[in-house]
Nanobody, 118 residues
Framework: QVQLVESGGDLVQAGGSLRLSCAASGSIFSLNNMGWYRQAPGKQREFVAI???????SYADSVKGRFTISRDNAKNMAYLQMNSLKAEDTAVYYC????????????WGQGTQVTVSS
């Protein structure tokens, strides 16, 4: 089992910045992907960014150029640096860890609230 704990969510003005952190613990494989997803009120959870254990990243078009995902494999941590925040970035942000092949296992944190005031 893997446990994920997010932190760093807050209320921020539009144009501001926040840094989210995700601490992973438990039975973590050396090869895994860590990602960030978000869910706004009344909407489905959506992909934000992902990073492989080798550092390959991918972003949703809506956050490209504004958000940066990173990780520290030695500490089992993932981060999401969010700049130039917009009101539409308001959501609960969830950390995800995916590992294994046949079966592949997905783990989720409890989420951290990000609110951007316009």
């Amino acid at each position: 089992q893997v446990q994920l704990v997010e932190s760093g969510g807050d209320l921020v003005q539009a144009g501001g910045s926040l840094r989210l952190s995700c601490a992973a613990s438990g039975s973590i494989f050396s090869l895994n992907n860590m990602g960030w997803y978000r869910q706004a009120p009344g909407k489905q959870r959506e992909f934000v960014a992902i990073i492989s254990s080798g550092g390959i990243t991918s972003y949703a078009d809506s956050v490209k150029g504004r958000f940066t995902i990173s990780r520290d494999n030695a500490k089992n941590m993932a981060y999401l640096q969010m700049n130039s925040l917009k009101a539409e970035d308001t959501a609960v942000y969830y950390c995800n860890l995916r590992q294994g092949v046949k079966p592949t296992s997905d783990y989720w944190g409890q989420g951290t609230q990000v609110t951007v005031s316009s």
